[in-house]
């Protein structure tokens, strides 16, 4: 391409609000950002809460292109349903395309399969994309009003996303005149697969404690009208259904004609660039991460941005590409709706007020960083950079 090179990044996920705050970085060096979304931005981390009704939904949403133009980029509305990597077009939804010198993808995720009969139903409710949650609130809301009504609802998924979405439920039916039954449906013998076993046994004696009924061995096979069928035949009523079953990429990974990964998504490297394309990056839950798969959360999405900022600079100046390395261990801390957290870090976990304290404090510092740079209290860089520059200058002492 010729002229001002143009940086095209599709989906405002949690790397390119990092990115779309840097515009102006961009822009210094002759070439255009442009950040292309639907919409607005919803934040995972709170979602549940706006659930549950700890936060009105306008404290879980940002507004990328109010972001992406105070620091001196672009934005379009839009939705990109493929890619034409060989001619370096984007082509999107309403029949328009788009070049680009550098394209990166930060997309996100889907729930990765419903139960049968239950697509198109609209009784039932994906986890993802995360507003689903704010809607299924008011849809609660709305049926429990005349404070006569019996609703049931099933969460299908025993690990953190059901656990927290099932647990926040149970606290919106306490603030309903109408009665709300929450069912936790869990496929294996225990809920989060993944955390230390003490934390998941604490963890199901307290949803317990909150009124939800957990049922383990239960894996939703399909639904019929408001009656679901587990695999073992067993049947349940559900007037809503929650579906928290697990995450894959967003279907546009697999429309660009370059390698991805079935669940994974685009297949990069270390550098977040496209194993066969270079001049193609993804981040966050769109990317299949070839030196290791990592896990579906925000949290890594947040951690590579500063890393693909640094390679879409690196890559426009013919500069070398410095390597993502993920962290092995995470901080995950649970939202369970009476003002209690729980959380775990590695093999160590705790469960309690302090723990959502911590939760609510390091939510609300991410979105008011974004916050205050569009309402132009602060530049992103005086935000964000002092804190990250400490932080890589750590990793490369320790590298
Ligand atoms: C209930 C629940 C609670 C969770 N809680 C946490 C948590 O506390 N901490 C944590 O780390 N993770 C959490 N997660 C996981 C987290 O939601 C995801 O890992 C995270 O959202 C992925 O971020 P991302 O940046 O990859 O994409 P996202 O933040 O999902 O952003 C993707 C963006 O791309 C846009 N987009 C999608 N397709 C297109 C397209 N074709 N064209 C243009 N734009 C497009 C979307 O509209 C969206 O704005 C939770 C998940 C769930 C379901």
């Known amino acids: 391409m010729t002229g001002r090179p143009t940086i095209l990044l599709v989906g405002a996920g949690h790397a390119h609000l990092h990115v779309a705050a840097r515009a102006a970085e961009f822009v210094r060096r002759g070439a255009r950002l442009l950040l292309l979304d639907p919409g607005h931005f919803w934040y995972s981390g709170m979602a549940t809460g706006v659930l549950g009704g700890r936060y009105p939904s306008s404290a879980d949403r940002l507004d990328p292109a109010a972001l992406v133009r105070a620091a001196g980029g672009d934005f379009l509305a839009g939705r990109v349903v493929g890619v034409d990597a060989e001619r370096q077009v984007a082509h999107l939804a309403d029949g328009g395309a788009l070049g680009y010198d550098r394209l990166s993808l930060n997309v996100g995720s889907e729930v990765a399969a419903l139960p049968a009969g239950a697509a198109g ?27 006569t009504a019996r609703l049931e609802v099933v969460v299908a998924g025993g690990g953190a996303s059901g656990c927290e979405v099932a647990a926040n439920l149970a606290a919106l039916g306490r603030s309903c005149a109408g009665s709300l039954r929450v069912s936790l449906c869990a496929r294996g013998d225990r809920l989060l697969p993944a955390a230390p ?15 939800v009924a957990v049922l383990t061995g239960a894996e939703v096979a399909a639904k019929d ?20 079953t697990g995450l894959r990429a967003a279907p546009l990974t697999r429309a660009t004609g370059l390698p991805w990964d079935e669940r994974g998504g685009l297949r990069v490297t270390a550098a977040l660039h496209s194993e066969a394309d270079a001049r193609v990056f993804a981040a966050g839950d769109c990317a299949h991460f070839l030196p290791r798969p990592l896990p579906k959360l925000g949290v890594y999405g947040v951690r590579a941005a500063p890393v693909l900022h640094r390679n879409l600079l690196a890559s426009l100046d013919g500069r070398a590409l410095r390597a993502y390395r993920p962290q092995t261990r995470h901080l995950a801390i649970l939202n369970l709706g009476d003002g209690t957290g729980l ?3 590695s093999r160590l976990w705790w469960h309690g007020r302090a723990a959502m304290r911590l939760k609510d404090r390091i939510d609300r510092k991410f979105m008011a960083g974004y916050r205050a740079i569009y309402s132009g209290r602060v530049a992103g860089s005086r935000l964000f950079d002092e804190p990250q520059r400490r932080t890589e200058a750590h990793r490369d002492r320790k590298a």
């Open 121 to 147: 139903d609209p009784d039932v409710w994906p986890v993802k994309p995360v507003a689903n949650l704010r809607a299924l609130h008011r849809a609660v809301r709305d049926r429990l009003a005349d404070g």
């Open 197 to 211: 076993a003490p934390a998941a046994r604490r963890l199901a004696s307290h949803l317990a404690r909150l009124g």
């Open 225 to 244: 009208g408001g009656t679901l069928r587990l695999a073992d035949g067993r049947r349940l009523r559900a007037d809503l259904l929650a579906v928290a």
């Open 343 to 345: 959380a775990t870090w």
